[in-house]
Nanobody, 116 residues
Framework: QVQLVESGGGLVHPGGSLRLSCVAS????????LTWYRQTPGGERELVAS???????TYTNVVKGRVTISRDNDRNTVYLQMTGLKPEDTAMYYC??????????WGQGTQVTVSS
């Protein structure tokens, strides 16, 4: 059974930092592209950052310079380090694991709220 479990969300003041984690089980983690998405109520799910099996990463423009995605294949974990958080970063953050040849898998999400 495949599971992706996110953690690390919470309430933070503007300008603060959070590190999100997503632990995967039931997949050959190292061959998957791992992506963090976020979604606000009533909004579309948008890509935040993605990291390929080889470690190359991409970011959406609105978070570039404030967010770093990384992976630890030994721990089956992908991280999203976020700094300089803004109220508009408030969303539910989801972890996704995918390859071209398999189903894509999703976690249940972790809530990030940026508010003073």
């Amino acid at each position: 059974q495949v599971q992706l479990v996110e953690s690390g969300g919470g309430l933070v003041h503007p300008g603060g930092s959070l590190r999100l984690s997503c632990v995967a089980s039931g997949i050959a983690f190292s061959i998957y592209t791992l992506t963090w998405y976020r979604q606000t109520p009533g909004g579309e799910r948008e890509l935040v950052a993605s990291i390929a099996p080889g470690g190359s990463s991409t970011y959406t423009n609105v978070v570039k310079g404030r967010v770093t995605i990384s992976r630890d294949n030994d721990r089956n974990t992908v991280y999203l380090q976020m700094t300089g958080l803004k109220p508009e970063d408030t969303a539910m953050y989801y972890c996704n694991a995918a390859t071209p040849r398999t189903n894509a898998y999703w976690g249940q999400g972790t809530q990030v709220t940026v508010s003073s």
